[in-house]
């Protein structure tokens, strides 16, 4: 038998946006609130990975250089008047995680907002987003883990202000009645027993579907010959262990007549590796080097043999990841070095230049590794004398990988890339008389989606006529297309998570109050 629960204000999803949509309803005071997790414990996609928060202060010249680095990079299609309210939010980061949660920050990085936009990938940290403020380096459960501990704390201190929490009882539908307005939704808690929910406005920060497989390839957000490298037991994996993210606020607020907007996968081009599971505990870069190796911003070329982005971009993984999807066929790409890389990489990577390779790191015995990962099957690695021989492998146009690599090693040559300008210290020539030709095929993956719901200046929801539902809200990686526009490679990050729910939880509580 089912149950009727009554709230003020209903947030579904525990993560980064709704954690910040309960922090903001709880300061609002005078009101019922309760947070819907389907997860057994607090989740969400962003939470599992930064171990550093960006922050836009808040002064004329940090906020007006963050609002145009946005624009840019956004091709001007984001909700800009939306982008404006959340970087103004961001500036809060530093007083809610360092004064309030006591999160400490070993290391600060100032920075000059008139150098915003200049930094790109790792360079500013683990935030996976963009270079628009000072960044703030957090400790937490250990690498990585710095904004769970973050969100586990808020956690308390919401539960102390009276927010009520559920766990294992996800929100499967949102009810909407005749005259527009959303009023509740209904739940199941972990027995199947249903729970209908009465509330005056309702918060969608659910995050993505990367758990749902058939809706995403109903979607096309993967779109792909090789499926068998998202599923269980490779490396690309596109969600965490046991994620729960299903697609369940996107399809529930579809159906009530939400604006759908393009998805495509976050972050972390990887090379399958059978057998290795990663998640937050895995020590996957001691089960193989590959991980590294693929780091390095060495050849990239697509299936049709031509090069389609600066390499130096293999360490911002959103931006590859996206490129990949959109240049590519079967959502892969391929990095082809040869026996004096391979050597040279015995000697050292590339110091600094993704936050997890340490100065000093090297990479030996490649073609073992090769052989190892060949020999449980993996056919997506491979090595041979001739470049004809690793075409024929892979499936890449002979003839066009041929020019490619003819123009590539030219530009190694006079130290100059006209094509796409990659730093000349980082183009190194293929040759096959060095003695070898090495290959992975590299897929896009990540740890959400991105995108589905459209939001407006207040993270009102918007409808297919681009009119807001009345009493329905949301806020994380589900609209990012909104604050990041449509041609957003930007990936989840906190500071638009966190901001666009913050904004909802406002937005939210003074519709409620009758405050707008």
Same mark, same amino acid.
């Given at each position: 038998?089912?149950?009727?629960?009554?709230?003020?204000?209903?947030?579904?999803?525990?993560?980064?946006?709704?954690?910040? =949509?309960a922090?903001?309803?709880?300061?609002?005071?005078?009101?019922k609130?309760?947070?819907?997790?389907?997860?057994?414990?607090?989740?969400? =996609?962003?939470?599992?990975c930064?171990?550093?928060?960006?922050?836009?202060?808040?002064?004329?010249e =940090?906020?007006k250089?963050?609002?145009?680095?946005?624009?840019?990079?956004?091709?001007?299609?984001?909700?800009?008047?939306?982008?404006?309210?959340?970087?103004?939010?961001?500036?809060?980061?530093?007083?809610?995680?360092?004064?309030?949660?006591?999160?400490?920050?070993?290391?600060?990085?100032?920075?000059?907002?008139a150098?915003?936009?200049?930094?790109?990938?790792?360079?500013?940290?683990?935030?996976n987003?963009?270079?628009?403020?000072?960044?703030?380096?957090?400790?937490?459960?250990?690498?990585?883990?710095?904004?769970?501990?973050?969100?586990?704390?808020?956690?308390?201190?919401?539960?102390?202000?009276?927010v009520?929490?559920?766990?294992?009882?996800?929100?499967?539908?949102?009810?909407?009645?005749?005259?527009?307005?959303?009023?509740?939704?209904?739940?199941?808690?972990?027995?199947?027993?249903e729970?209908?929910?009465?509330c005056?406005?309702?918060?969608?920060?659910?995050g993505?579907?990367t758990?749902?497989?058939?809706?995403?390839?109903?979607?096309?957000?993967?779109?792909?010959?090789?499926?068998?490298?998202?599923?269980?037991?490779?490396?690309?994996?596109?969600t965490?262990?046991?994620s729960?993210?299903?697609?369940?606020?996107?399809?529930a607020v579809?159906?009530?007549?939400?604006?759908?907007?393009?998805?495509?996968?976050?972050?972390?081009p990887?090379?399958?590796?059978?057998?290795?599971?990663?998640?937050?505990?895995?020590?996957?870069?001691a089960?193989?080097?590959?991980?590294?190796?693929?780091?390095?911003?060495?050849?990239?070329?697509?299936?049709?043999?031509?090069?389609?982005?600066?390499?130096?971009?293999?360490?911002?993984?959103t931006?590859?990841?996206?490129?990949?999807?959109?240049?590519?066929?079967?959502?892969?790409?391929?990095?082809?070095f040869?026996?004096?890389?391979?050597?040279?990489?015995?000697?050292?990577?590339?110091?600094?230049?993704?936050?997890?390779?340490f100065?000093?790191?090297?990479?030996?015995?490649?073609?073992?590794?090769?052989?190892?990962?060949? =020999?449980?099957?993996?056919?997506?690695?491979?090595?041979?004398?001739?470049?004809?021989?690793?075409?024929?492998?892979?499936?890449i146009?002979?003839?066009?990988?041929?020019?490619?690599?003819?123009?590539y090693?030219?530009?190694?040559?006079?130290?100059?890339?006209?094509?796409f300008?990659?730093?000349?210290?980082?183009?190194?020539?293929?040759?096959?008389?060095?003695?070898?030709?090495?290959?992975?095929?590299?897929?896009?993956?990540?740890?959400?989606?991105?995108?589905?719901?459209?939001?407006?200046?207040?993270?009102n929801?918007?409808?297919?006529?681009?009119?807001?539902?009345?009493?329905?809200?949301?806020?994380?990686?589900?609209?990012?297309?909104?604050?990041?526009?449509?041609?957003?490679?930007?990936?989840?990050?906190?500071?638009?998570?966190?901001?666009?729910?913050?904004?909802?939880?406002?937005?939210?509580?003074?519709?409620?109050?009758?405050?707008?």
């Amino acid at each position: 038998m089912g149950k009727t629960v009554e709230y003020d204000v209903v947030v579904m999803g525990s993560g980064v946006a709704g954690m910040g =949509a309960a922090y903001k309803l709880a300061n609002a005071g005078g009101l019922k609130i309760a947070v819907f997790e389907k997860y057994p414990a607090q989740g969400g =996609a962003v939470s599992n990975c930064p171990m550093c928060f960006c922050s836009t202060p808040d002064t004329p010249e =940090a906020q007006k250089s963050a609002y145009e680095v946005v624009a840019r990079t956004s091709n001007y299609s984001a909700n800009m008047g939306l982008v404006s309210k959340m970087l103004k939010y961001s500036s809060e980061f530093p007083k809610i995680f360092l004064e309030e949660l006591n999160i400490q920050a070993p290391m600060v990085v100032n920075r000059d907002p008139a150098e915003y936009g200049t930094q790109r990938g790792y360079t500013m940290g683990h935030s996976n987003g963009l270079d628009i403020g000072d960044i703030y380096f957090i400790n937490g459960r250990g690498q990585g883990h710095g904004m769970s501990l973050a969100l586990l704390r808020m956690r308390f201190l919401l539960e102390k202000k009276g927010v009520e929490f559920y766990f294992s009882t996800p929100i499967k539908k949102i009810i909407r009645e005749e005259n527009g307005k959303v009023t509740g939704a209904v739940a199941y808690e972990k027995d199947g027993t249903e729970i209908e929910i009465k509330c005056k406005a309702l918060i969608v920060a659910s995050g993505g579907m990367t758990n749902n497989m058939e809706l995403m390839k109903e979607l096309g957000v993967i779109n792909t010959k090789y499926e068998e490298v998202y599923t269980d037991g490779y490396l690309v994996n596109i969600t965490f262990p046991d994620s729960c993210q299903d697609g369940d606020g996107q399809k529930a607020v579809w159906e009530i007549g939400g604006k759908q907007m393009r998805i495509s996968i976050s972050a972390d081009p990887q090379v399958p590796n059978p057998g290795v599971r990663v998640g937050p505990n895995t020590p996957w870069l001691a089960a193989n080097q590959t991980k590294i190796i693929t780091e390095q911003p060495y050849l990239r070329v697509n299936e049709n043999g031509k090069r389609f982005i600066n390499e130096e971009m293999s360490n911002q993984h959103t931006a590859m990841s996206t490129s990949i999807q959109r240049n590519n066929t079967n959502m892969c790409c391929f990095m082809i070095f040869d026996e004096d890389t391979a050597k040279s990489l015995a000697d050292h990577v590339e110091d600094g230049y993704v936050y997890f390779i340490f100065k000093g790191t090297k990479c030996e015995n490649i073609r073992g590794q090769m052989d190892e990962m060949i =020999a449980k099957g993996n056919k997506h690695v491979c090595h041979f004398d001739t470049i004809h021989e690793v075409c024929e492998y892979m499936d890449i146009n002979e003839e066009n990988l041929k020019k490619t690599i003819a123009r590539y090693n030219k530009a190694a040559e006079t130290g100059y890339d006209e094509d796409f300008k990659t730093d000349p210290k980082y183009i190194k020539p293929v040759r096959e008389e060095s003695g070898h030709i090495y290959c992975y095929r590299i897929f896009a993956g990540g740890y959400d989606t991105l995108g589905g719901l459209a939001i407006d200046e207040n993270a009102n929801v918007l409808d297919s006529n681009n009119r807001p539902i009345e009493g329905l809200y949301a806020g994380g990686d589900m609209v990012i297309g909104s604050f990041m526009g449509e041609s957003s490679n930007v990936g989840g990050t906190v500071q638009g998570s966190m901001p666009s729910g913050m904004l909802a939880g406002d937005s939210a509580a003074a519709y409620v109050k009758g405050e707008c």
